[in-house]
């Protein structure tokens, strides 16, 4: 799809249609990454493994849900998720609110350099007996990675689409090999690196991928239809969940959370590195792509590749200050302030505007909409502090509260 026009500000041209299944492709290679390995080996190890597996599939369920729906806003309107937010949100509002979706896609940024650096100095350890700073090759990686996002992204994309399913053929049989100890032992397994519980767990995983339904019409509006666009979700539903399960139960097997130090038990340190190493190149500068990308809607003073820049610096001095030691802690941020987002775009398109968004109709200011936004944050937040609670589960707060108050406004005005 990157090949396509970018259609930015107008609606996507047959001639550029694509199939579901493409996409589906597209949607798992982006889980098939350092981050979400982490987060799988991180779940299973805080959780003990047979809550973990409860989790993913919850998570994966209640994202998937949102993802049909949200899928189907894109493939009828043929538009991208900043010109969809601008019907609910304004012109102006829905700066806003892509400020903040740049700010979490900058945080995946930094946790995946930060990740992938980790790997390098690992790999160099154990197969060059090198032990390089981690300082200078997060540096390093940042400048590559940079560079490739202004002028190689077509072609790292085109490397992504082998590499990322020869990984995943690589994840099943180290699996399989590692089938050794009896499942039940790491079924009944606990946590060994801490205690979560399998809501906070949920919670955490749910913040991981919130942005998913949101975004999803980037990618539905080049499909070819409804049928094809739901059936793209599977990439969503089956993929997620998948990449997970092998990271934690490999995080169980081994006690690691880094997927090299595992590759190590099983002398299978090089192959993982070269295949982990390509895929997630291409997700981090996929990242800092989107991140240039939303910035720039922001203002048209600046080019795309100061703003990839920019981030770039911001990204890195994240990553240097060690920011994947707050992984946590920020998806369960992101499931306060995000959920709402794909709720009010819901209920604009399918209740409010009865499915036919008019380009010319796009007010400065979608005031019902802000405010839905800003009153669903607040008793998430406060939700998640445990100060108050409507439903108890915060991120369905910040959803259900957004979608009730901006369908109620709507009515009324």
């Known amino acids: 799809m990157s090949d396509k026009v970018q259609y930015t500000n107008s609606k996507v041209q047959p001639e550029d249609f694509t199939s579901g299944w493409k996409v589906a492709l597209i949607l798992t290679g982006l889980g098939v990454?350092?981050?979400m390995l982490y987060l799988g080996s991180e779940m299973a190890l805080a959780m003990g493994f047979r809550n973990a597996v409860i989790a993913f599939f919850i998570s994966t369920a209640v994202l998937s849900v949102l993802c049909v729906l949200t899928t189907l806003i894109g493939n009828r309107s043929r538009l991208s998720t900043y010109m969809i937010l601008r019907f609910p949100f304004g012109k102006q509002g829905a700066k806003l609110i892509n400020f903040l979706m740049g700010i979490s896609l900058l945080g995946w940024f930094s946790v995946a350099l930060e990740l992938l650096s980790d790997a390098i100095v690992d790999t160099s350890a154990v197969l060059l007996g090198i032990q390089f700073p981690l300082?200078?090759?997060?540096?390093?990686?940042?400048?590559?990675?940079?560079?490739?996002?202004?002028?190689?992204?077509?072609?790292?994309?085109?490397?992504?689409?082998?590499?990322?399913?020869?990984?995943?053929?690589?994840?099943?049989y180290v699996v399989y090999i590692a089938m050794g100890q009896p499942t039940?032992?790491?079924?009944?397994?606990?946590?060994?690196?801490?205690?979560?519980?399998?809501?906070?767990?949920?919670?955490?995983?749910?913040?991981?991928?919130?942005l998913v339904p949101v975004l999803m019409a980037d990618f539905s509006r080049y499909i070819?239809?409804?049928?094809?666009s739901v059936f793209s979700v599977l990439g969503v539903a089956l993929g997620t969940p998948l990449v997970w399960i092998i990271a934690g139960f490999l995080a169980m097997k081994t006690?690691?959370?880094?997927?090299?130090?595992?590759?190590?038990?099983?002398?299978?340190?090089?192959?993982?590195?070269?295949?982990?190493?390509?895929?997630?190149?291409?997700?981090?500068?996929?990242?800092?792509?989107?991140?240039?990308?939303?910035?720039?809607?922001?203002?048209?003073?600046?080019?795309?590749?100061?703003?990839?820049?920019?981030?770039?610096?911001?990204?890195?001095?994240?990553?240097?200050?060690?920011?994947?030691?707050?992984?946590?802690?920020?998806?369960?941020?992101?499931?306060?302030?995000?959920?709402?987002?794909?709720?009010?775009?819901?209920?604009?398109?399918?209740?409010?505007?009865?499915?036919?968004?008019?380009?010319?109709?796009?007010?400065?200011?979608?005031?019902?909409?802000?405010?839905?936004?800003?009153?669903?944050?607040?008793?998430?937040?406060?939700?998640y502090f445990e100060i108050f609670s409507v439903t108890s589960i915060y991120y369905l707060d910040s959803f259900l509260i957004a979608g009730v108050l901006y369908f109620f406004l709507e009515k009324r005005r």
């Open 33 to 35: 990454s350092l981050p």
């Open 135 to 172: 300082w200078l090759i997060i540096l390093i990686g940042s400048i590559f990675i940079t560079i490739t996002t202004i002028y190689g992204i077509r072609t790292l994309e085109k490397l992504a689409n082998i590499a990322v399913p020869i990984l995943l053929v690589f994840l099943l």
């Open 184 to 210: 039940h032992e790491i079924a009944e397994s606990t946590g060994t690196i801490g205690s979560l519980t399998l809501f906070e767990g949920t919670s955490a995983l749910i913040g991981s991928s919130i």
């Open 224 to 228: 070819y239809n409804d049928r094809q």
């Open 255 to 383: 006690g690691e959370v880094d997927i090299i130090q595992m590759m190590k038990n099983y002398s299978l340190v090089l192959p993982a590195f070269i295949l982990i190493f390509v895929s997630t190149w291409v997700t981090n500068a996929t990242n800092l792509y989107s991140v240039a990308l939303t910035f720039a809607t922001l203002s048209d003073r600046w080019s795309y590749t100061r703003w990839s820049i920019l981030a770039s610096l911001v990204g890195t001095s994240m990553a240097l200050a060690g920011f994947s030691d707050y992984f946590i802690d920020f998806l369960n941020i992101l499931a306060v302030f995000s959920p709402s987002i794909a709720a009010i775009y819901l209920i604009d398109f399918f209740y409010v505007k009865q499915q036919n968004y008019q380009l010319e109709q796009v007010k400065n200011w979608g005031m019902n909409a802000l405010l839905a936004w800003g009153i669903s944050s607040i008793v998430a937040l406060l939700a």
